[in-house]
């Protein structure tokens, strides 16, 4: 099996919370506990916390790690240096000897299956919905730059708390094109401000806040002290009130078409890349770049199997 198959269904194996090794230490997370309180912070400040495989593979093992500590009640998201986080790492160089940092597209020359282009978006992006179904309470911590993938992030956590500065969205890129405001849920949509909000190339975090998007905003020197505040002050609650709460809270935006629509986000991803079929079948792609629809309604004919042929009639 080809070495990049072979790392693409290893990563959608590890993509659920409980399959992470909970003891193992990642360069790219770093992880902390002081209880009732657990800090998981993005460490890839060279990188603006871009997220690559690494980087994902950790931050589940923290949560995982942070499952297991009855102590914990509450766990806090964050990121190190300049920013929470830039979104998917696209720019990472592969190293010499080694698999590149983020898995690159898989080259058709390979032969992947329709399987493989699902395993890939599922790690993507199926990761969101185990953050949203997680059974203790997440609070993303932001300041700096929150983008593409960032932003999925902090909308999956229970409550987010930004610096006032900090940045939602970036022009060019905007914040529709991510989807949050379609397929995440912690993005409230309880008034017309709100939604109008979500239309909105860029935010900041006081503009957030002030919008309903998002829970508060602080000066970015007061950020650490208010969601520490605020984060012991909701510790006490019964945690396994909290665990069943939350989880009648996700089977309910499942049942409300959450789920669907989050999972119909990357069938879209597998059904935009998926221009390679096997041997033997019809590429509608490359039957109409050559032949025009005609020469592939044409060709599609002439592969038709009599059964195929007899249902037409």
């Known amino acids: ?6 790392h693409y269904r290893h990563q959608y194996e590890l993509d659920a919370v409980t399959s992470t090794d909970p003891g193992q230490e990642y360069e790219e997370v770093l992880y902390e506990a002081d209880a009732p309180v657990a800090f998981v912070t993005l460490n890839r400040p060279e990188r603006r916390n871009a997220f690559n495989d690494n980087m994902y593979e950790g931050m589940l093992g923290a949560l995982h790690r942070a499952l297991l500590d009855d102590d914990v009640k509450v766990v806090v998201i964050r990121g190190a240096g300049l920013g929470f986080s830039a979104g998917h790492d696209l720019t990472s160089p592969k190293q010499e000897g080694e698999e590149p940092e983020e898995s690159p597209p898989i ?10 282009y699902w395993n890939i978006e599922r790690r993507r992006c199926h990761k969101y919905e185990d953050l949203v179904s997680y059974p203790k309470i997440l609070i993303a911590q932001v300041h700096g730059f ?16 930004a610096s006032d500065d900090a940045q939602f969205g ?6 529709m094109t991510t989807g949050i405001a379609l397929a995440e849920s912690s ?3 309880g008034s017309q401000k709100a939604r109008a909000g979500e239309l909105l190339a860029e935010l900041t975090g006081k503009a957030a806040a002030e919008h309903g998007l998002i829970n508060s905003s602080f000066p970015l020197e007061e950020l650490d002290a208010g969601v520490h505040e605020f984060a012991m002050g909701i510790a006490d609650l019964p945690a396994d009130s909290v665990a069943m709460t939350k989880s009648w809270y996700a089977h309910m ?6 789920g669907l629509a989050n999972r119909s986000h990357y069938m879209g991803h597998v059904s935009i890349q998926w221009t390679r079929f096997r041997e033997g079948e019809t590429n509608f792609y ?4 050559d032949s025009g629809l005609s020469g592939y309604i044409q060709k599609r004919g002439e592969n038709a199997t009599p059964d195929q042929l007899a249902t037409a009639d």
């Open 146 to 161: 929150c983008i593409g993938a960032g932003e999925f992030l902090q909308a999956s956590c229970d409550f987010t708390i």
């Open 253 to 258: 935006m499942d049942a409300a078409g959450m």
């Open 286 to 289: 490359k039957l109409r770049r």
């Open 170 to 175: 970036t022009r060019g890129f905007g914040r």
């Open 107 to 116: 080259p058709p020359g390979l032969q992947p299956t329709v399987a493989d």
């Open 187 to 189: 993005w409230p949509g």
């Open 1 to 6: 099996m080809p070495a990049v198959i072979s």
